[in-house]
């Protein structure tokens, strides 16, 4: 007899009924999307700030690269052109102690009386 009136019975019916305690959650969740999203949006903004930070750290540092980059080449070049006059004059001196010892040297041909 359960059988009958179980396929008898009617169909279960739905009723579109909107009642306050649907309209309150419908309103938390709003509020609670409405809320996620501002903190959402407020993280972006702190987070592109922060980018925007980095990125003119990196500008600046890539200028102090590029004048130190610039002193090293000069103090190279200075080095290199320092080298080179040591070398010029080293010769020089060396010509000159030449020149002095030729000097001292006893002649064989004795100085004109």
Request: no cysteine.
């Amino acid at each position: 007899m359960s059988e009958e009136n179980e396929l008898s019975a009617k169909p279960p019916t739905f009723r579109n009924l909107l009642t306050t305690g649907n309209l309150m959650s419908i309103g938390t969740m709003l509020v609670a999307v409405s809320l996620a999203w501002g903190s959402a949006q407020s993280d972006f903004r702190a987070l592109a700030q922060r980018v925007e930070k980095g990125e003119r750290t990196d500008e600046k540092t890539g200028e102090a690269i590029g004048t130190l980059k610039e002193a090293v080449i000069e103090l190279r070049t200075d080095g290199k052109a320092i080298r080179s006059e040591q070398d010029r004059q080293g010769r020089q001196l060396d010509r000159i102690e030449q020149l002095l010892r030729r000097d001292r040297e006893p002649s064989s041909t004795p100085p004109p009386r």
